[in-house]
Each structure stands twice: as C-alpha cells, then as structure tokens.
T-cell receptor, first 114, second 114 residues
Framework: GEDVEQSLFLSVREGDSSVINCTYT??????LYWYKQEPGAGLQLLTY?????DMKQDQRLTVLLNKKDKHLSLRIADTQTGDSAIYFC??????????????FGTGTRLTVIP | NAGVTQTPKFRVLKTGQSMTLLCAQD?????MYWYRQDPGMGLRLIHY???????AKGEVPDGYNVSRLKKQNFLLGLESAAPSQTSVYFC?????????????FGPGTRLTVL
C-alpha cells in the first residue's frame, strides 16, 4: 500500500496556531483529505484539497500542498480547546470501478492547553 | 438523516466464534467501505462495494467476508474470529463521483477477541 506519514503528537496553547504535517508517496493521488476524530467517535471530514491546487482556505483552516515534495499541511488558526482531537491525513486514488481508495496516516493527536 | 450507523457499538468474542457487523446508510450512496483501525496505525481498507450485489477486496481482506444485499446495508462477517482481529471497525459510504468524493464514516464498532 501507499505510505502516508504524520507525527504522532502536537501540543499548542489556546489561541496559538497549530500546524499538522503529512507526507505521502503516491504521486497519482487525486484528492488529499484531513479528517478529525474525537474520542469514541467516527471520522469527520474537515477539509480536502484537489491535487492540482496549492492552497485552500476554509475559515480557520488552511491547507497547503507541495506536490513536488509530496507534503501536505493543515494549519488551524486561533486553536481552541474544542480542536483537541486526532487529525488524519488521507490520500485518495480511484479504483477502476470508481470507488475511492483512501490511504490514511497514523493520525496526529492535537492537545490544546488552556 | 441518521447518516451512517453501525451495529453493535461494542462486542467481545472468544477465539473461533463468528459474528456479523452491520452498517446502514440513509444517504442513497452507491459506494460503501469497511475499515479497521489499530493503535498507532491509520485506517486500513478491508472490503468495499460499488453497488448492490457487488463486493471487492481492499488492503487487508483475509479473515473477513462481506455482503451487500441491499443498497443501504453493508455487512462484515468474521467466520472464525482471531485475536489479531481485535480492532475498531469503521464503515463509510460515498457518492460515485463528483465533488470531493467524501467518505462519510459511522461511529465505529469496538471488537475484542479473547
């Protein structure tokens, strides 16, 4: 399978910015996603970026994609305690049937310190 | 809409027992997926389906079977459970194409095999 790597832990103070990084190996990825998982819950899509884009901004979230280095980052501005969760990076390549083959990173546990 | 629901939420099995996990979605999605999530690893695709009556293998299909008899339901079966199948199982569904190809996830089933 493809390799998607993330650091395991990140701690930030409330009000600061958080930056979560991800590297991937599949250059044919079509979409790259950021999912959030709160304790005991399923994954919730936060944002995504199409592979031909460099940047996407969505309120407090900024996604940067460096396709040459296969590096993806998620910046959360003005981080709040409610942002504490595990964040998963995932890359997507389509199956021939059209379904989406998602490869996930290990997840980064973000802890926001009040 | 309930979105994606999974039954049961928790289950403890003994080695060699069998069970079926049920996933249901009410969004009229064509594609459905089963993943497992293990500590320190990202989600890995077990099986998926591109429509009623179809199934296909994902990255880690061994020891599992699936069925999609109705469009809204996707069943994951363990015929003879093993301790290595202790994991959290997530079901997801998505539209066939267009937009972000977002996968919508259920809340998960935590399975322990003793």
């Amino acid at each position: 399978g493809e390799d998607v790597e993330q650091s395991l832990f990140l701690s930030v103070r409330e009000g600061d910015s958080s930056v979560i990084n991800c590297t991937y190996t599949d250059s044919s990825s079509t979409y790259l996603y950021w999912y959030k998982q709160e304790p005991g819950a399923g994954l919730q899509l936060l944002t995504y970026i199409f592979s031909n884009m460099d940047m996407k901004q969505d309120q407090r979230l900024t996604v940067l994609l460096n396709k040459k280095d296969k590096h993806l980052s998620l910046r959360i501005a003005d981080t709040q305690t409610g942002d504490s969760a595990i964040y998963f990076c995932a890359e997507s390549t389509p199956f021939k049937t059209g379904a989406n083959n998602l490869f996930f990173g290990t997840g980064t546990r973000l802890t926001v310190i009040p | 809409n309930a979105g994606v629901t999974q039954t049961p939420k928790f289950r403890v099995l003994k080695t060699g027992q069998s069970m079926t996990l049920l996933c249901a979605q009410d969004m009229n999605h064509e594609y459905m997926y089963w993943y497992r999530q293990d500590p320190g690893m990202g989600l890995r695709l077990i099986h998926y389906s591109v429509g009623e009556g179809t199934t296909a293998k994902g990255e880690v299909p061994d020891g599992y079977n699936v069925s999609r008899l109705k469009k809204q339901n996707f069943l994951l079966g363990l015929e003879s459970a093993a301790p290595s199948q202790t994991s959290v199982y997530f079901c997801a569904s998505s539209y066939p194409a267009g937009g972000s190809n977002e996968q919508f996830f259920g809340p998960g089933t935590r399975l322990t095999v003793l």
